[in-house]
């Protein structure tokens, strides 16, 4: 009892609960978020861990860190969603979903199984003495619905409490009379036999179905169902934003290419217009040759004619 209690102090105020301020605000800085004994799980949000204490799904302890501050530290840093905790807290409830949607399937084929052996399944002989007592019982049970759920809406909470284990009797007076007068069923699916059950898409829990309004209120505000009903919503928010994510990087890839493929085009009309630049250069200094050939010989020409005059 007292390691509980220790254990929800710790929770609730942190591990450093009993040191002085002083000495708290030393360790704070001592330690960083990017410690091995700070849990990264519920720097990305929650701990999955501590969802489901004292349930059918729970986890153990965590055995690390949870921090506001490092939290608070963390998701003010330059360095948050650069460090691949937010992909390893996806995985991790990935994991925790995958399994808790096998366990649904798993419920699921079970049900369909009770239905089949339900179709099939020998009925009972009521003699007249027994149909009416079972009548009378369903009437009763009919009764003390209405008016529990009368108290109910009147704010009579106590009263409709009672109501509500006075039914509970008359239905399992009602069942015990059926049982002894049915055949011998499948031990492991007489219950659901008996009910007509579903699975809770959420949290994979078996429900009556069309069950009283204050028993599925009570599930829906279940540690279980609320714990799984968080992860499922954390893991839409994750994909949501790792398909943003991979969406900017395709556009930004997109970007670049676009860029490499103008730079390449630009880098080939400069070597165009370079080589056509060459191209004209060499031609006019070949035409200032020709014309200088030209001029020389006509040059030449003219002074072999004068000497030969002179001659």
């Given at each position: 009892?007292?390691?509980?209690?220790?254990?929800?102090?710790?929770?609730?105020?942190?591990?450093?609960?009993?040191?002085g301020s002083s000495e708290r605000d030393k360790i704070d800085l001592?330690?960083?978020?990017?410690?091995?004994?700070?849990?990264?799980?519920?720097?990305?949000?929650?701990?999955?861990?501590?969802?489901?204490?004292?349930?059918?799904?729970?986890?153990?302890?965590?055995?690390?860190?949870?921090?506001?501050?490092?939290?608070?530290?963390y998701e003010q840093s330059e360095k948050k969603g650069k460090m691949g905790?937010?992909?390893?807290?996806?995985?991790?409830?990935?994991?925790?979903?995958?399994?808790?949607?096998?366990?649904?399937?798993?419920g699921r084929e079970r049900l369909k199984q009770s239905e089949e052996y339900r179709d099939s399944a020998p009925q009972a002989k009521f003699g007249p003495e027994m149909t009416a007592r079972l009548d009378e019982l369903s009437r009763m049970i009919s009764e003390s619905v209405e008016q529990m759920e009368t108290l109910g809406n009147e704010g009579n909470v106590d009263e409709a409490r009672e109501v509500m284990l006075k039914v509970e009797d008359l239905k399992r007076?009602?069942?015990y009379l059926i049982n002894q007068n049915r055949p011998k069923m499948d031990v492991m699916m007489e219950d659901d036999i008996e009910k007509r059950m579903e699975v809770c898409d959420v949290c994979g829990s078996f429900l009556v179905v069309n069950d009283l309004q204050i028993?599925?209120?009570?599930h829906v505000m279940g540690k279980q169902h609320r714990g799984y009903a968080t992860l499922r919503q954390k893991l839409r928010e994750l994909r949501t934003e790792k398909d943003k994510i991979r969406e900017e990087r395709r556009r930004q890839w997109e970007r670049e290419r676009e860029e490499k493929r103008h730079r390449r085009s630009r880098s080939r009309e400069r070597r165009h217009r370079s080589y056509r630049s060459r191209s004209r250069s060499r031609s006019?200094?070949?035409s200032r040759e020709r014309e200088y050939s030209g001029s020389h010989r006509r040059h030449s020409s003219h002074h072999s004619r004068r000497d030969s005059r002179d001659r």
């Amino acid at each position: 009892m007292t390691s509980i209690a220790s254990k929800l102090l710790d929770e609730l105020m942190g591990k450093n609960r009993n040191l002085g301020s002083s000495e708290r605000d030393k360790i704070d800085l001592e330690i960083s978020w990017s410690d091995s004994k700070v849990c990264k799980h519920f720097l990305c949000g929650f701990c999955p861990n501590e969802m489901f204490t004292n349930t059918k799904a729970d986890l153990g302890p965590c055995g690390k860190m949870h921090d506001e501050k490092l939290k608070e530290r963390y998701e003010q840093s330059e360095k948050k969603g650069k460090m691949g905790y937010e992909e390893d807290f996806l995985r991790y409830l990935e994991s925790l979903v995958n399994d808790l949607d096998r366990k649904v399937k798993r419920g699921r084929e079970r049900l369909k199984q009770s239905e089949e052996y339900r179709d099939s399944a020998p009925q009972a002989k009521f003699g007249p003495e027994m149909t009416a007592r079972l009548d009378e019982l369903s009437r009763m049970i009919s009764e003390s619905v209405e008016q529990m759920e009368t108290l109910g809406n009147e704010g009579n909470v106590d009263e409709a409490r009672e109501v509500m284990l006075k039914v509970e009797d008359l239905k399992r007076e009602r069942e015990y009379l059926i049982n002894q007068n049915r055949p011998k069923m499948d031990v492991m699916m007489e219950d659901d036999i008996e009910k007509r059950m579903e699975v809770c898409d959420v949290c994979g829990s078996f429900l009556v179905v069309n069950d009283l309004q204050i028993r599925v209120d009570a599930h829906v505000m279940g540690k279980q169902h609320r714990g799984y009903a968080t992860l499922r919503q954390k893991l839409r928010e994750l994909r949501t934003e790792k398909d943003k994510i991979r969406e900017e990087r395709r556009r930004q890839w997109e970007r670049e290419r676009e860029e490499k493929r103008h730079r390449r085009s630009r880098s080939r009309e400069r070597r165009h217009r370079s080589y056509r630049s060459r191209s004209r250069s060499r031609s006019r200094s070949h035409s200032r040759e020709r014309e200088y050939s030209g001029s020389h010989r006509r040059h030449s020409s003219h002074h072999s004619r004068r000497d030969s005059r002179d001659r």
